[in-house]
């Protein structure tokens, strides 16, 4: 691996951790959220599996797919991205305590803009996809419109 491509690596690997506090924080304010923590909270609840693990469980499903319809999504980064951000939630879930009363909408404000940031970092780093991303590009791509 040349050093470029560690760099995009470590983007990436930052943009998942960004991500996994994000959801933390989501889940922390308890009003909503994006749709993959919001079915993964699901996943959570009817198998009363722990969030990160139905987290990465979801994205693991949504690399298959994406291996399946176009493998050129497919990057080191793709098996990284999961794997930190799921990390990252059941590391940070022992320190992110529920919020209640007005607190919970800085909380949720908070969340927002660590995701979009992890969205833009991983966007940027160019060691593949995130899975949800590598699943939506590749049934793009065999859809074509």
């Known amino acids: 691996m040349n050093k470029s491509y560690v760099k995009s690596l470590l983007i990436n690997a930052l943009g998942a951790v960004l991500l996994g506090l994000g959801c933390l924080l989501y889940l922390s304010a308890d009003i909503g ?23 990465y469980g979801l994205n693991v499903i949504m690399m298959i797919i994406a291996i399946i319809m176009d493998k050129k999504q497919i990057g080191w980064g793709t098996i990284i991205f999961p794997a930190v951000a799921a990390i990252t ?3 940070g879930s022992a ?7 007005w607190l919970r909408y800085p909380i949720f404000f908070l969340g927002l ?24 590009f590749a049934i793009m791509e065999k859809v074509k419109k």
Do not use: E, R, W
């Open 95 to 101: 320190y992110i305590p529920l919020t209640t009363g």
């Open 89 to 91: 939630i059941q590391l």
């Open 33 to 55: 959220s994006d749709a993959m923590t919001t079915f993964s909270q699901g996943l959570s609840i009817i198998t009363s599996l722990s969030f990160s693990i139905c987290y």
């Open 113 to 136: 803009i660590l995701i979009s940031f992890a969205v833009a970092l991983a966007s940027k780093a160019v060691c593949g996809k995130n899975p949800n991303d590598a699943m939506n």
